[in-house]
């Protein structure tokens, strides 16, 4: 699976857009790209995943660029409960392929 | 239940011995995983079932690591002989699917003395 590289921390006020960097530039093809975040003491939690086009749910929203090398992770309007770990993930969509591997991630602190 | 259940959430064991850790997945979730996390780190592959069968167990870091899934739905992952550094937190993921979401449970903290 592609590498991934996160800034490892980044401040957002509450009620703003937190946007989340990630890049990706060895990403194939076949490779999704997967958010997931982690609160303090607890599991991580599935945000979204996208292949080509940009993606959106109840959530957040992933704008990946057209040569797919980076993409972007939107929350919207960030409150006190998106403080997290949040992990860009590249993952091979393939029947051979099926664990998610973690970096190190990007802590997201929203402030009041 | 709801979601993938974990037990126990905490284990303190004096080095040397063996511990159990179980992971009750989402009902009919055919996949199963097991991470490691060490303290400050992301998630690190362990283990991986398709039902009952265990198709990579590549990220076991010893012998001493051994997890079974037997009726294709409870697992649990068995370390013997425990070290120092076995000292993280093992999450379990299930999903419904061979390539799908993966939903964890909250972990077992697993503390060596």
């Known amino acids: 699976d592609a590498k991934t590289t996160q800034p490892p921390s980044m401040d957002c006020a509450e009620g703003r857009a937190a946007n989340l960097p990630c890049n990706h530039s060895t990403i194939s093809g076949n490779e999704y790209v997967y958010w997931y975040r982690q609160i303090h003491s607890q599991g991580p939690q599935y945000i979204i995943h996208g292949l080509k086009n940009n993606e959106t749910n109840e959530m957040a929203s992933l704008i990946i660029t057209e040569d797919r090398k980076s993409s972007t992770l939107i929350l919207p309007h960030a409150t006190l409960r998106d403080t997290a770990v949040y992990y860009c993930?590249?993952?091979?969509?393939?029947?051979?392929?099926?664990?998610?591997?973690f970096g190190s991630g990007t802590q997201l602190t929203v402030l009041p | 239940g709801a979601g993938v259940s974990q037990s126990p959430r905490y284990k303190v064991a004096k080095r040397g011995q063996d511990v159990a850790l179980r992971c009750d997945p989402i009902?009919?979730?055919?996949?199963l995983f097991w991470y490691q996390q060490a303290l400050g780190q992301g998630p690190e592959f362990l283990t991986y079932f398709q039902n009952e069968a265990q198709l990579d167990k590549s990220g076991l870091p010893s012998d001493r690591f051994f997890a079974e899934r037997p009726e294709g739905s409870v697992s649990t992952l068995k370390i013997q002989r425990t070290q120092q550094e076995d000292s993280a937190v093992y999450l379990c993921a299930s999903s419904e699917l061979a390539i799908g979401e993966l939903f964890f449970g909250e972990g077992s903290r697993l503390t060596v003395l």
């Open positions: 993930i590249v993952r091979l969509f393939s029947g051979s392929a099926r664990q998610l591997t």
């Open positions: 009902s009919g979730h055919v996949s």
